[in-house]
């Protein structure tokens, strides 16, 4: 592969980093909103989710040209196709991010309900995720990353105790169903930006090592 599309390469690996700093910063930004009870963090992040979108959509082009241009075999084929899917993982964060930025502004016009300190808990260990997986990425690293696939089962723990006092709070009191339907929503929200954090850190074991283990986190002997 020619110096010039090493160099493109190196540059599209920027574009994504950048991408995904403005990403999770929108994330902390909603999470924040939510926690403080801060309408305009809400509405910060709400602002911030057009600019992610795009870059997103420039991610995507100077993928396309890359491949067009250059045609990429073995490890820079899989980092353009772990970078176009990755671009596309972070913009649906900046989404979901966006989304719990307006939850966050419909709960924090009523009185502070009992099962928010779980979703603070819940969007700590879901930030960690998606920094990490970040992480493994520019260190390219196949076992850090495997480690962020590890965790997600304890946020889905901690989604299914949220689901369980959410229903505990309504059988109490039937006036706060629908402030208690938006606090399941937001925790939605958080299980599937881990989720999708997860994705990343599939796709870059398959960068690194050539191999899909999507729905199967144990590698054995791949690492």
Do not use: W
């Not at 999770?24 to 801060?38: D, F, G, H, T, V």
């Not at 307006?102 to 300190?117: E, G, H, I």
């Not at 493994?136 to 689901?163: G, Q, T």
């Not at 402030?179 to 881990?194: D, F, G, K, M």
């Amino acid at each position: 592969m020619g110096k010039s599309c090493c160099r493109e390469i190196e540059e599209l690996k920027k574009f994504i980093l950048y991408l995904g700093s403005e990403v999770e910063q929108s994330l902390r930004l909603s999470i924040k909103a939510l926690e403080a009870r801060n309408v305009e963090l809400a509405q910060e992040t709400v602002a911030r989710d057009k600019k992610i979108d795009r870059y997103e959509i420039k991610v995507e082009e100077e993928c396309l040209q890359i491949l067009a241009l250059y045609q990429p075999v073995a490890i820079d084929l899989r980092m353009i196709i772990g970078i176009l899917k990755i671009n596309n993982d972070l913009e649906r964060i900046g989404d979901l991010s966006s989304n719990i930025a307006r939850k966050a502004m419909y709960l924090s016009t009523l009185p502070r309900l009992n099962v928010t300190d779980n979703l603070i808990r819940m969007s700590e260990k879901v930030v960690y995720m998606l920094r990490s997986s970040l992480d493994s990425f520019v260190n390219m690293d196949s076992e850090a990353a495997l480690i962020v696939c590890s965790n997600d089962e304890e946020v889905d723990e901690i989604n299914k105790n949220v689901y369980r006092l959410v229903e505990s709070e309504i059988n109490k009191n039937v006036d706060l169903f629908n402030p208690l339907v938006c606090v399941i929503n937001t925790a939605r929200h958080l299980e599937r930006i881990a989720d999708i954090s997860t994705y990343i850190a599939e796709e870059v074991i398959y960068i690194v090592k050539g191999k899909i283990i999507r729905h199967n986190h144990s590698l054995g002997n791949t690492l």
